[in-house]
């Protein structure tokens, strides 16, 4: 990390939320109820992470309330109550450095177009990902022996089936639309080479435990079917990088940032929470993660307003009052 970064444009907020998977959405809303002000930033065009990419239309059934709620809407009832306290959002907005302003107290994360966001905590959510689903092929010999499935219907699909065929035990492109996007040479050597091409098909869930083992597909008639599968390629336009956790000098371990009792890194200020963080005993469920950003924000904003209580006091007092007086209409970007 560099030792100062000035930027053309810098924002000032309380918090400020990497991610805007269902983890960071969450803490997004519950940092505006202890009466934070916040910015969410993700790189990605629109909220949801993988939920969004990949499966929109998975029901998923371990969140509780709902006996199965479609990821779409899921998606769309969260990024709701993230907004209900004003936060700043911001889509395409990758964070390239982390560093401490020079009044030791604040922390600021460059953005890729050389604006700034300082804050005073930083807490990271990251969607899960590494346990059998992935966005590049960087080694196909390591998935020799697999059954593999690519979700995408555009060259780099095409690509990545003809490069893990020689590898995998099998290979199935499965592609929503009719028609493939992906070259017609790339098409018939595909077919000859026996790769399974599944067109007005549509992924409706990842299944598995520690790690994936099925995929659950439905045609244009509805049928219903399930693969066996050990790696989910998700060749869908979705834009990823390396992890930029280490050059941000968080101590990662597996991938993932370490993090103590309260979620908080060795770094001062920086939390984690989701699937980016890991601690000795972590279930990875997406109802920890909910769990764990409320934990974050909680001990977070203690950090920002030493005042402040660890507890946060029940949500149904939320009603009795209106937003807090410091958020503002801000236009999303």
């Known amino acids: 990390m560099t030792d100062h970064h000035p930027a053309a444009h810098r924002t000032v907020t309380d918090l400020l939320i990497v991610g805007a998977g269902p983890v960071g959405l969450f803490a997004t809303y519950y940092a505006g109820f202890r009466g934070l002000k916040v910015a969410l930033v993700d790189s990605q065009p629109e909220a949801g992470g993988q939920i969004t990419a990949l499966y929109p239309a998975k029901l998923i059934h371990d969140v509780a309330g709902f006996p199965g709620v479609t990821g779409s809407d899921l998606v769309a009832g969260l990024l709701s109550q993230a907004r209900r306290y004003e936060p700043r959002i911001r889509f395409d907005a990758k964070v390239v450095d982390l560093v401490r302003n020079e009044d030791g107290a604040s922390l600021i994360a460059t953005l890729a177009d050389g604006s700034a966001i300082q804050s005073r905590t930083l807490p990271l959510g990251h969607e899960w990902h590494g346990r059998g ?131 908080q890194t060795h770094l001062a200020g920086v939390f984690a929470a989701g699937d980016a963080s890991t601690y000795p005993g972590k279930v990875a469920l997406m109802a920890t993660g909910f769990g764990e950003a409320a934990t974050a924000v909680n001990h977070a904003a203690v950090l920002v307003d030493p005042e402040l209580s660890l507890f946060p006091g029940h949500s149904t007092d939320d009603d009795l009052a209106p937003p807090t007086a410091t958020s503002s209409a801000r236009p999303e970007g």
Do not use: K, N
């Open 133 to 263: 689903v992935t966005y590049v092929v960087s080694d196909p010999a390591a998935h020799a022996g697999e059954d593999v499935v690519v979700v995408g219907g555009g060259d780099s699909a095409l690509d990545w089936a003809l490069a893990l065929q020689p590898f995998a035990r099998s290979v199935t492109v499965v592609h929503r639309r009719r028609a493939f996007r992906a070259h017609a040479g790339s098409l018939t050597r595909a077919r000859a080479e026996g790769v399974v091409l599944l067109t007005e098909c549509e992924l409706q869930a990842v299944r598995g435990d520690d790690r994936v083992r099925s995929v659950a597909l439905r045609d244009g008639a509805g049928v219903e079917r399930e693969l066996p599968a050990d790696t989910v390629v998700g060749a869908l336009g979705l834009v990823t990088a390396p992890s930029p956790f280490a050059a941000w000098g968080l101590e990662v371990r597996s991938g993932r940032i370490a993090v103590d009792h309260s979620m």
